[in-house]
């Protein structure tokens, strides 16, 4: 099962998608509509979501409501979450197997 930050991102908005949680406080315009519709701007910009990995799983997340945001930090911690996962199912592994 993927890490996935969907249900964090948005509100079912009763149309099939979700809608961005309104994280901008007062007097920011509310943004896109749907979290699909700002990712694909945010693809679209070229900037470092393009060719970030983890894109499927945060959809822009943390790039809302600064699409100026780096990301650095955020993909360090979901490459540590992902050598953790694959740590704990290699031991999970190897327990299955008898071994310690």
Known sequence: MALSLHGFVGQPSGAGERALSPRSGAGRE????A?????DTLVAAGGECRACRYLS??????KWP???YDCTWVKELFGDLAAAA???????ADQARGQD
Not at 30 to 33: F, K, S
Not at 35 to 39: A, G, K, P
Not at 86 to 92: E, H, I, K, N
């Open 57 to 62: 799983r945060c959809d822009g997340y943390f």
């Open 86 to 92: 694959g740590a704990l199912r290699a031991d999970l």
């Open 35 to 39: 979290v699909c519709d700002f990712r």
């Open 66 to 68: 600064n699409t100026d």
């Open 30 to 33: 509310a943004g896109p509509a």
